[in-house]
């Protein structure tokens, strides 16, 4: 049984800085792309950011760019999140993915829960 936990969000201020992680289980961790995609209320899924299998090349959306890294350890089968200088409008229920293809999409096989950030101002 695959499962993927976040953990990390919570509330902070304009500026501040969070770190989620996603740790998976029930599958083959290094061979999947992973991916932190985001909703934000009355929005659709946003892909934020995403991270090959292997080769560690990474994805990270315009809106987020110079703000949030996209991380793994294939040793602890973890996948992290870091937001720094976060803005108000990154407020959103932030999900882990994960794809077996090379191109993780709203598609991607397995999802996590869920973890929520709020950014206050």
């Known amino acids: 049984q695959v499962q993927l936990v976040e953990s990390g969000g919570g509330l902070v201020q304009v500026g501040g800085s969070l770190r989620l992680s996603c740790a998976a289980s029930?599958?083959?961790?290094?061979?999947?792309?992973m991916g932190w995609f985001r909703r934000a209320p009355g929005k659709e899924h946003e892909l934020v950011a995403a991270?090959?299998?292997?080769?560690?090349?990474?994805y990270v959306a315009g809106s987020v760019k110079d703000r949030f890294t996209i991380s793994r350890d294939n040793a602890k089968n973890t996948v992290y999140l870091q937001m720094n200088n976060l803005k108000s409008e990154d407020t959103a229920v932030y999900y882990c993915?994960?794809?077996?293809?090379?191109?993780?999409?709203?598609?991607?096989?397995?999802w996590g829960q869920g973890t929520q950030v709020t950014v206050s101002s």
């Open positions: 991270i090959s299998r292997s080769t560690g090349t990474t």
């Open positions: 993915a994960a794809e077996r293809g090379m191109v993780i999409t709203i598609r991607a096989d397995y």
């Open positions: 029930g599958l083959t961790f290094s061979s999947y792309t």
